[in-house]
């Protein structure tokens, strides 16, 4: 049989996790596809997805642990907990033939991009050359 099952993002205190797509999957003989689920949440935490099913023979809640990866270098993270690429306004280097000085940041920790140093070429990002 067809059994409806509710997929629920439990965020950790304070993180702004939250699930952008679907949460409601429907099983096909006896399978849960959760494949194209999309979570936001902050950079380098760990959330809990609970996959509840009143219907379910095997079990009624199910909680699985998500690594959310860290911002990398060339992103900062943001006051809204999120990831951003500094520079990421900027169109590609390959369009241009002049100098460019888009914002750029070596560590993920940063929390804001800086200006591209004088004399220097800055693609946004790291970048940098």
Same mark, same amino acid.
């Given at each position: 049989?067809?059994?409806?099952?509710?997929?629920?993002?439990?965020?950790?205190?304070?993180?702004?996790?939250?699930?952008?797509?679907?949460?409601?999957?429907?099983?096909?003989?006896?399978?849960?596809?959760?494949?194209?689920?999309?979570?936001?949440?902050?950079?380098?935490?760990?959330? +809990? *997805?609970?996959?509840?099913? /009143? #219907? =379910?023979?095997?079990?009624q809640?199910?909680? %699985?642990?998500?690594?959310?990866?860290?911002?990398?270098?060339?992103?900062?993270s943001?006051?809204?907990?999120?990831?951003?690429?500094?520079?990421?306004?900027?169109?590609?280097?390959?369009?241009?033939?002049?100098?460019?000085?888009?914002?750029? +940041? *070596?560590?993920?920790?940063? /929390? #804001? =991009?800086?200006?591209?140093?004088?004399?220097? %070429?800055?693609?946004?990002?790291?970048?940098?050359?």
């Amino acid at each position: 049989s067809l059994n409806s099952i509710e997929a629920e993002l439990t965020p950790e205190e304070g993180s702004l996790s939250t699930i952008t797509s679907d949460n409601v999957r429907t099983s096909k003989q006896g399978v849960f596809n959760f494949g194209g689920l999309i979570t936001t949440s902050k950079p380098n935490t760990e959330v +809990s *997805l609970s996959v509840k099913c /009143d #219907q =379910c023979d095997l079990f009624q809640t199910m909680t %699985f642990k998500l690594k959310i990866q860290p911002c990398v270098p060339g992103e900062i993270s943001t006051s809204q907990g999120q990831c951003y690429r500094c520079g990421s306004n900027i169109p590609s280097h390959s369009t241009y033939q002049f100098r460019v000085s888009a914002p750029y +940041s *070596l560590f993920p920790t940063d /929390d #804001q =991009c800086h200006p591209c140093p004088a004399n220097s %070429f800055c693609w946004g990002g790291n970048n940098i050359g």
